[in-house]
């Protein structure tokens, strides 16, 4: 069994109705603890409330170091596109 799949198994489920009411005390709690609760509606899981692991890298520069080669960036590549045909 994968790591992830028993920790489902451990965290503890609180139905709908009851998430609602404490929604903000369990957004603080699992922040603060770091752990999950799963939602459930009828006895199913429908839902889990769990921690942000880190703040998603910034769009700008996250390429930067990719680039293995920057020659004939602007020159004529030999084919010839659609554009340059003129109409169909």
């Not at 028993?6 to 503890?12: A, H, S, V």
């Not at 799963?38 to 890298?57: F, M, S, Y």
């Amino acid at each position: 069994m994968s790591k992830r799949a028993k920790e489902r198994l451990q965290e503890p489920e609180i139905p709908a109705a009851e998430f609602k009411a404490k929604c903000l005390s369990l957004m603080e709690d699992v922040c603060a603890h770091r752990h999950s609760y799963t939602v459930t509606k009828r006895g199913k899981p429908v839902a889990r409330l769990v921690p942000i692991d880190a703040e998603a890298p910034a769009f700008v520069g996250s390429l930067r170091g990719l680039v293995l080669r920057t020659t004939g960036l602007t020159e004529p590549t030999g084919e010839t596109w659609d554009a340059e045909l003129g109409p169909a």
